[in-house]
């Protein structure tokens, strides 16, 4: 019995750490036949056809609430869902309601603030539901969706800056590579050098170094910087320590 036991443990603790397991566990699949799908998110899940390769939406239950008919879906949330008809991007509701007519290039679902990142005519640009430029269309050459750490960065003339949630520009477009605040700081690169800047737009590491690596939580950083033969170690943005 105890071998049992035993063997029981191992085969649920193998299971707690499969990615697929846990996908099961958070997350309830669409399962309608001739359909394919993902999770269901806040009851919905938009759907393909099988054999039309159209899509539909569905709702928790795996009721079809949308027949297939677009072309192409850029996901749901707010119940607003993104969906492409004739080469051209709008918005409906889960009753299939046109919010935002089929004259984008792009769109992404609103995110949790309601902004909505849209391309027209080529240009790219954030509106809200009511088609309402939050920030002017080909003001930058790209813009990113906004993260979860509040910011959304953008392109101008090959160069990377970042604005925040209210579109004022933190950092103007001027750094070779970008990422994400996954800490209070985000090192990356400016005219081939790395470096590191914070959430403010400040220049908190010099763009000097040949290579960053960057350790630590969302609260606290420990920066590995290499220039020539030289190691610098910055804890908490100030040197502590140089190793030659």
Known sequence: MKKLWLIFLILMGAALLSPTANAGLFCRLVKIENHQGSCYVDGYAPIQNTKTHKYGLAKKGNHIIIPAQYDNSAGIDNGLWAVELNSKWGMVTVNNDIIIP???????????????????????????KNQNELLVFGKYDYVEPFAFDGFAWVRKDDKWGFIDKDFNEIAPPQYDTHNYFTRPIVCIKKNGKSGCINKQGVEVVPFIYDKIDVYGSQTQSTVVAYLNDEVFYFDNLRIKKVVQ
């Open 102 to 128: 089929f004259e984008y290039d792009k769109l992404n679902p609103p995110n949790q603030h309601g902004i909505i990142r849209a391309n027209k005519n080529g240009q790219w640009g954030f509106i809200d």
